[in-house]
């Protein structure tokens, strides 16, 4: 199975300051066809997931411009440019290249 | 409104089987993929099953293999876990997810329902 392993583990932030997480995998998540299927998922406190991107760094419709998603083959990061009040929660990263479909542990933003 | 609604969750005894639900609504369900993602309390997202638009093409994870099977009723709009001889480590709440395609992989997870919750204790 392939491994997603993010860090932090824990991401405290201030308000209006920008913010990184990284996710790597154990193998290359190039698929046959060229594409990377390397998506992010939001998880608000009591709420479902919401995918914000898929494909390594396409934005999810309505999600706001100040997420990115970047990186290749391995490693991958998520950031958030500059982080507001209701970007707190768990982030995700999750890879559909191999059966199984695996997640990362995740990482919890919250702020300072 | 793309929607998905999961229903069926309980209390249920070790070994108990289970049915759950998720009522599509919003889009042409025929024409997407569908997953089951569980999520025990305080934990991370686990992948469960997926399966493909025509309901051909079947993957589980092997935590659950030979136990939960995944099916749908294209017809009825309506996504389907018969889950049997549960577990206590099958206790999480469960979501139904979409894929934004008719094949899994593709574009995984673009829409999720609430989640129903499943407990598995004597």
């Known amino acids: 199975d392939v491994v997603m392993t993010q860090s932090p583990l824990s991401l405290p932030v201030t308000l209006g300051q920008p913010a990184s997480i990284s996710c790597r995998s154990s193998q290359s998540l190039v698929y046959s066809d060229g594409e990377t299927y390397l998506n992010w998922f939001q998880q608000r406190p009591g709420q479902s997931p919401r995918r914000l991107i898929y494909?390594?760094?396409n934005r999810d419709s309505g999600v706001p411009d100040r997420f990115s998603g970047s990186g290749s083959g391995t490693d991958f990061t998520l950031k958030i440019s500059r982080v507001e009040a209701e970007d707190v929660g768990v982030y995700y990263c999750?890879?559909?290249?191999?059966?199984?479909?695996?997640f990362g542990g995740g990482t919890k933003v919250e702020i300072k | 409104e793309v929607q998905l609604l999961e229903s069926g969750g309980d209390l249920v005894q070790p070994g108990g089987s289970l049915r759950l639900s998720c009522e599509a609504s919003?889009?042409?369900?025929?024409?997407?993929?569908m997953s089951w993602v569980r999520q025990a309390a305080g934990k991370g997202l686990e992948w469960v099953s997926t399966?493909?638009?025509?309901?051909?093409?079947?993957q589980y994870a092997d935590s659950v293999k030979g136990r939960l099977t995944i099916s749908r009723d294209n017809s009825k709009n309506t996504l389907h876990l018969q889950m049997n001889n549960l577990k206590a480590e099958d206790t999480a709440i469960y979501y139904c997810?979409?894929?934004?395609?008719?094949?899994?992989?593709?574009?995984?997870?673009?829409?999720w329902g609430q989640g129903t919750m499943v407990t598995v204790s004597p």
């Open positions: 494909k390594v760094s």
């Open positions: 997810a979409r894929e934004g395609h008719p094949s899994p992989g593709y574009d995984s997870f673009d829409i």
């Open positions: 399966i493909h638009a025509n309901g051909d093409y079947r």
């Open positions: 999750m890879q559909a290249t191999h059966w199984p479909l695996t």
């Open positions: 919003g889009f042409t369900f025929a024409g997407h993929a």
